[in-house]
């Protein structure tokens, strides 16, 4: 399943580190990114070769280097952009609401929907996302916490305003808080993805949002399906 790419810039794909996203994608850095995501999520890390990247992508052996100093570059790179591309899905989200009229509650509602609507078209990225978490020994375990703390602060952001706003209570832990729904919207959509994919997005987020309008927004009655 192809995963939406964004590479960081520089010398390695000719363009400026401060240049547009539009301006940082190649298309050969979006099949090695695909190809790469794909072959790791089958086989693991360690038993995925740059010749089985290059072969799957359709490129020379060379051209991963070229894009890449090594495959752990690859895969660094990979995180940041995927799960970069997560937060900005997040914000988006909170911000078109709010332009709506709608309250901070509802931000994250549309927040938790944009998480599974991303996670469903990037599953193997969200997989190796999670089982990254638990590994501390990796060279880009530095990046990893770097990138989980941009999707986490969006979310503390939309929590802080409610908070100031009044819709939520003081006392709330933010941090805590949006790593628990962050949490929340990864577990699920995995074992969605993974033992429940009869289930439509509609019923997934309807039953998330459930737990999010009684545990965070204390309300009584559940939104519509």
């Known amino acids: 399943m192809s995963v939406p790419q964004v590479s960081r810039g520089g010398a390695g794909d000719g363009t400026a580190p401060g240049a547009s996203p539009g301006a940082r994608r190649t298309p050969t850095r979006r099949r090695l990114f695909d190809a790469a995501v794909t072959l790791i999520a089958e086989q693991g890390f360690s038993a995925t070769t740059v010749d089985e990247i290059a072969d799957r992508a359709g490129v020379a052996k060379g051209t991963v280097y070229y894009n890449f100093a090594s495959k752990n570059v690859l895969y660094e790179e990979l995180l940041r952009d995927g799960i970069d591309l997560l937060a900005d899905s ?87 808080t949006a790593s628990a729904l962050l949490g929340m919207v990864l577990v699920a959509a995995l074992d969605w993805q993974s033992f429940q994919p009869d289930r439509s997005v509609e019923e997934v987020h309807a039953a998330l949002s459930r737990l999010l309008q009684g545990r965070v927004g204390g309300g009584g009655q559940a939104p519509p399906a």
């Open 90 to 176: 997040l914000r988006q989200a909170a911000d078109s609401t709010t332009a709506r009229g709608g309250t901070r509650i509802d931000a994250l509602d549309a927040m938790i929907r944009a998480g599974l609507d991303f996670i469903a078209c990037s599953p193997a990225l969200i997989q190796l996302y999670v089982a990254e978490l638990w590994r501390t020994n990796r060279t880009w375990r530095a990046t990893l916490t770097s990138v989980r703390g941009r999707a986490q602060s969006v979310v503390e952001a939309v929590l802080r305003e409610a908070v100031e706003a009044g819709e939520l209570s003081g006392e709330l832990d933010i941090p805590l």
